[in-house]
């Protein structure tokens, strides 16, 4: 079946960056849209970052300039560079393939605080 394991979450000052990774197994990567979503507390699950299977990205507004995502087929992962984070950004961060309806990581949790 298909599993998909985040890493790279932690505790980052203010205006600091962090690269999440998330590593898939059990399906054909290459042909998969891939996504990052976010829920911080209290608050409904977000779409971050999306990537097609062509390369293709689109980012919600909020992180627009800041955030990147690309994929590596080669490697079936994933990666979302995060830069000038801020206290907003802080939420669980999860690894998405094929939508909302497809599968899901368990999620990794980015602190940003001082």
């Known amino acids: 079946q298909v599993q998909l394991v985040e890493s790279g979450g932690g505790l980052v000052q203010p205006g600091g960056s962090l690269r999440l990774s998330c590593a898939a197994s059990?399906?054909?990567?290459?042909?998969?849209?891939m996504g990052w979503y976010r829920q911080a507390p209290g608050k409904q699950r977000e779409l971050v970052a999306a990537i097609t299977s062509g390369g293709s990205t689109n980012y919600a507004d909020s992180v627009k300039g800041r955030f990147t995502i690309s994929r590596d087929n080669a490697k079936n992962k994933v990666y979302l560079q995060m830069n000038s984070l801020k206290p907003e950004d802080t939420a669980l961060y999860y690894c998405?393939?094929?939508?909302?309806?497809?599968?899901w990581g368990k999620g990794t949790l980015v602190t940003v605080s001082s």
């Open positions: 998405n393939q094929g939508g909302p309806g497809g599968y």
């Open positions: 059990g399906s054909i990567f290459s042909i998969y849209a």
